[in-house]
């Protein structure tokens, strides 16, 4: 759906450019892919790892040598589609009726892909520069989503935070900010528990709207196939608004002092974005005095991205397109897909799927993770060491981070490998409320984030990016922040399916914050050239 800043087409458009053949021929649907104008088309990236010298010594390592980016991204071993299912999955539900199963996914392999091989390259090279620092990648959204919480406003709240986000990073850090939301298939979640028990009654735990139900009684518990039907077609509907929002005027610049949402305005990050927003307007107005065109599409559209974790294996193989241009597999849910903490396994099933898609691909990595361990996996999903290809997503609190993520670092610069390192601030810092409800304190987010920049600097490799759990509505689920959020609160506005999120002042709150690392990071580079 990242729609070059060159064009605004719809959702029908799109779809009607793409071929498709019947999943009945060797279950390999194929589509044309979508090719960007050559304005759109992003310069070619050379690989490098760090931008500066590490200041803790390291041993250098030659980087790998970077085949043609038409070479296929699986490994030597043969890879389908399908073949996932000759490995051991975990975390995957038990569907009681095998031939209802089937046939939703006979169903859904003929349906249109939701995404597009051309958005999935261009993602990709953005994620490349973000590995060589000159580029930043936001990715936020919703911990689950959910057909009951499905409507047009939040998802147009959720997106109006993220780009006032990302315009406070591309300020401070005079970086293009790499915009991709949780959203438009995030319905899946792993559990760690496969039952769950209230006063004595044990039931099958509630595992995504696309699964079962979140109702605790025994038909909304089972499995049901059919979800995953309403969930593309959630998917779809989300795709298309944001497609409409990203590249029909609301995403444009001069717009960027009318993105404050209602409840944020009259609170201190509401002021600081506004006053910030003012000096963007101020700086748009002196290009059009000076006679520069302020009506070019690159003020006027954005590029989005979309994602998710790779999780319910029969819904992403059913979305497996071949691309007709290149041959290579797509995993056509969402523009970028991630293995989760539980699900890495370098044997198992979700690893067998995502190595064989060309998709960009993020690896959830908690303190739990060796550092060998880790380059294993990153070279089974990319043994041709392509820039973009992979993003490391660290989740492990901030004391893990400052003991950890050192030796993750040296172990991947070690082996010469190429990946762009994200932080999660959110999962490693779940705790139980008094009153029983799960939250997160904002001021332990806040310090495995600055955690996270402290060691790159140390280590002269590069910030990539943030993965937050977050949305665009005045909810009360983490505590803490400057409009203080009490563990009274919490029940006040506790909406989610699953963990808690920011809340969008939290959110602004943690952009300004982050900003000013990517200042500092600016002017230190900056320094050291001078």
Known sequence: MALP???????????????????????????????PSPAARRRNISAVHAAEPAKTPVAAAATKTIVSPAAPPSSPAKWAPESWKTKKALQLPEYPDAAELESVLKTMEVYPPLVFAGEVRNLEERLGEAAMGKAFLLQGGDCAESFKEFSANNIRDTFRILLQMSVVLSFGGQ????????????????????????????????????????????????????????????????????????????AAMQRVTQWNLDFVENSEQGD???????????????????GLTIDHPVMSTTDFWTSHECLLLPYEQALAR??????????????????????????GAHVEFLRGVANPLGIKVSQKMDPNELTKLVDILNPTNKPGRITVIVRMGAENMRVKLP?????????????????????????????????????????????????????????????????????????????????????????????PRLNASQSLELAFIVSERLRKKRMDSQRLTA
Not at 272 to 290: C, I, K, P, S, T
Not at 322 to 338: I, P
Not at 449 to 475: C, Y
Request: some cysteine; charged content about 20%.
């Open 5 to 35: 800043n060159t064009a605004a087409l719809s959702s029908k458009s799109l779809i009607q450019s793409q071929t498709l053949i019947p999943a009945a021929a060797a279950h390999s649907p194929t589509f044309s892919s979508y090719s």
């Open 175 to 250: 970086l293009p900010v790499i915009k991709v939301g949780r959203m438009a298939g995030q319905f899946a979640k792993p559990r760690s528990d496969a039952y769950e028990t209230r006063d004595g009654v044990k039931l099958p735990s509630y595992k995504g709207d696309n699964i079962n139900g979140d109702t605790f009684d025994e038909k909304s518990r089972i499995p049901d196939p059919n979800r995953m039907i309403r969930a593309y077609c959630q998917a779809a509907s989300t795709l298309n608004l944001l497609r409409a929002f990203a590249t029909g005027g609301y």
């Open 272 to 290: 600081r974005y506004q006053e910030l927003a003012h000096r963007v307007d101020e700086a748009l107005g002196f290009m059009e005095a000076a």
């Open 322 to 347: 071949k691309d007709s241009t290149s041959g290579l597999y797509y995993g056509c849910s969402a523009h970028m897909l991630w293995v989760g903490e539980r699900t890495r396994q370098l044997d």
């Open 407 to 499: 030796h993750l670092i040296r172990a991947v610069r070690g082996a010469g490998q190429i990946v762009t390192w994200v932080c999660d601030p959110m999962h490693g810092n779940t705790i139980q409320a008094p009153c029983g409800l799960k939250t997160r304190a904002f001021d332990a987010i806040l310090n495995e984030v600055r955690a996270f920049f402290d060691v790159h600097e140390q280590e002269g490799s590069n910030p990539g990016g943030i993965h937050l759990e977050m949305t665009g509505q005045n909810v009360t689920e983490c505590i803490g922040g400057s409009r203080t959020v009490t563990y009274d609160d919490l029940s006040s506005r506790y909406h989610t399916h699953c963990d």
